[in-house]
C-alpha cells in the first residue's frame, strides 16, 4: 500500500506524520485489496482564531475510491477519527463482498 501525507497550511512535524503513517498501515487489518493512501490535512477557517482541523482520507481499492472527511480541534484527533470512519466502511465493504461471494466449499 502507497501512504501519501499532504499538509496544505498547517504545519506537519515529523512525529505526527509518523503518527498519521502508522494508523494508515492498520488500515490492512480489514480488507487486503488497498492500493493507495492520501491523507490530506487542512484548516477549516483560516481567518478564525483557533480554525477547525480537516482531515480528508481517500483510499484506492480495487477499481473504486472510498473516502472520509472529518473536523476536530487537534490535528491527532482529526487523524484518528477519519481512520475510524474509514475503517468502518472498509469493513463493511469485505462483509458486503464476502456475503456475495456466499461461503466457498474447503
Known amino acids: 500500500m502507497n501512504v501519501t501525507i499532504h499538509s496544505h497550511n498547517v504545519p506537519l512535524?515529523?512525529?505526527?506524520?509518523?503518527?498519521?503513517?502508522?494508523?494508515?498501515?492498520?488500515?490492512?487489518?480489514?480488507?487486503?485489496?488497498?492500493?493507495?493512501?492520501?491523507?490530506?490535512?487542512?484548516?477549516?477557517?483560516?481567518k478564525?482564531?483557533?480554525?477547525?482541523?480537516?482531515?480528508?482520507?481517500y483510499v484506492h481499492v480495487s477499481r473504486n475510491l472510498l473516502s472520509a472527511k472529518v473536523r476536530a480541534r487537534d490535528l491527532h484527533?482529526?487523524?484518528?477519527?477519519?481512520?475510524?470512519?474509514?475503517?468502518e466502511q472498509l469493513r463493511r465493504r469485505k462483509e458486503r463482498l464476502t456475503a456475495h461471494r456466499g461461503s466457498r466449499p474447503a
Not at 48 to 57: E, H, I, N, R, T
Not at 77 to 87: R, W
Request: proline share 2%.
Open 77 to 87: 484527533e482529526a487523524v484518528d477519527l477519519v481512520i475510524d470512519k474509514l475503517d
Open 48 to 57: 478564525s482564531v483557533d480554525p477547525a482541523k480537516v482531515a480528508s482520507l
Open 13 to 46: 512535524d515529523q512525529t505526527l506524520r509518523d503518527y498519521a503513517e502508522a494508523k494508515l498501515r492498520r488500515l490492512d487489518r480489514h480488507f487486503d485489496r488497498i492500493v493507495d493512501a492520501r491523507l490530506e490535512l487542512d484548516l477549516d477557517g483560516r
